[in-house]
């Protein structure tokens, strides 16, 4: 159930504490201000109902309840704000009772668990994030009364959250994924009259085995490491084969059981299995190419994050890094060198795409904000610059 709007924060025991403690520094102050705007809760409303609409059933009313969204917003506003992860901002907010006025947590109220907002988080989704950004930016320019006259470009690469990929350690995850995945499936689906026959097999110990034996190979000094290396990269991808072949025949299985009640679970069990199976059979076709020492195109380098792509930057230390390609604009009120302004939400691309292509999309978002500055000052103007920079403005 979708709460939006947070309880009052303060409460007796607030009277008893000193009138500094409960008045907030003036930077929060100015934020709690912005943030009070009810305008900012609607693309969090608009996100529950088209999950509504997805789903078939009213999520908002249904379920137990959440979080305030006017506290998780706040809490996110902290943790951008303070470079925090998950767990110190949960314990910062928890020992202060000004960050705890500011998210709305009354004294006597238990902040949320980290996991909780970071559910929040995956849930809600980077293009609900996006337009939060964009209300933000809207409601304190009215309030400031801000006059765009210049906007700073630039691109950057944001890592993606991967290890290194290597095509046998990829495969090893594609077949602890695949089996993970149908073992969930045949618990929740094999309950009742109709038992399905297909299941995968769990082969992540041979594979590990090939991993161990990689490795091994790998600092030894002879010569003939690297055929050694390619035939067990060879079995590792022949391993994920298999797996590949019993999860499309559990999928397929599936879809024909989809009958009656719980036709709509069993076709988007089908739909999530063939969607792994399909990523996996990727990694099998790099393995094959990887062993034919055939170029490779679009390579994936992870399976839980389909869109990261290896990006070579050219630097010594870090010559090549994973994830994607972000631009990034900043529009000032005045030319005038380190003036601040309003970050826009970035825009980006998978693979490593040239800042020209991403600066169509940065000028639509300056359009949709209504923002025309009268000069422009790109550090992306160069047609054959490649980003170069992981520092964000």
């Known amino acids: 159930m979708l709460r939006l709007y947070a309880s009052q924060a303060q409460s007796l025991w607030d009277e008893l504490l000193p009138i500094e403690v409960q008045e907030l520094p003036e930077d929060l102050r100015e934020i709690d201000a912005l943030l009070a705007d009810p305008a900012l809760m609607a693309p969090i409303a608009a996100h529950w109902a088209r999950e509504a609409e997805q789903r078939g059933r009213s999520s908002a009313i249904d379920g137990r309840p959440t979080i305030a969204m006017q506290t998780y917003v706040r809490l996110m506003v902290l943790k951008q704000r303070s470079r925090w992860g998950y767990e110190t901002l949960m314990r910062e907010v928890s020992d202060s009772i000004h960050l705890r006025r500011f998210c709305l947590i009354a004294l006597h109220e238990r902040v949320p668990c980290e996991s909780t907002v970071r559910k929040m988080t995956r849930r809600l989704g980077a293009q609900t ?66 038992k399905l026959a297909a299941k995968v097999r769990d082969r992540s ?156 999309d940065t000028v639509a978002e300056l359009q949709a904000l209504g923002m025309s500055p009268a000069k422009s000052r790109s550090t992306a103007a160069s047609a054959t610059k490649r980003p170069t920079s992981n520092s964000h403005h």
């Open 205 to 360: 110990r041979a594979a590990g085995r090939r991993l161990r034996e990689i490795s091994r190979t790998l600092k030894s000094r002879s010569g003939e490491r690297k055929d050694r290396v390619m035939k067990l990269t060879s079995d590792a991808g022949k391993l994920l084969e298999r797996s590949i072949g019993e999860a499309r025949s559990l999928a397929k299985e599936l879809r024909a059981k989809a009958r009656g009640r719980g036709a709509k679970t069993k076709l988007a069990a089908a739909r999530r299995l063939d969607e792994l199976t399909d990523r996996c059979d990727k990694v099998a076709e790099q393995v094959r190419k990887r062993v034919a020492g055939e170029k490779i195109e679009d390579r994936l380098v992870s399976l839980s994050d389909p869109d990261a792509r290896p990006i070579r930057k050219g630097k010594r230390g870090k010559p090549t890094e994973f994830g994607y390609v972000s631009q990034i604009a900043e529009v000032t009120s005045s030319t005038k060198p380190g003036q601040r302004g309003f970050v826009l939400p970035p825009a980006s691309a998978a693979g490593n795409p040239h800042e020209n292509e991403l600066l169509s």
């Open 129 to 194: 994030v996006t337009e939060l950004c964009r209300e933000v930016i809207v409601a304190a320019a009215r309030e400031r009364r801000f006059r765009p006259r210049a906007v700073r470009i630039d691109s950057t690469v944001v890592a993606a959250d991967v290890r290194y990929p290597t095509d046998a350690g990829l495969a090893s995850d594609g077949i602890r994924a695949l089996a993970r995945e149908a073992g969930k499936l045949r618990a929740r689906l094999s309950k009742g009259r109709a």
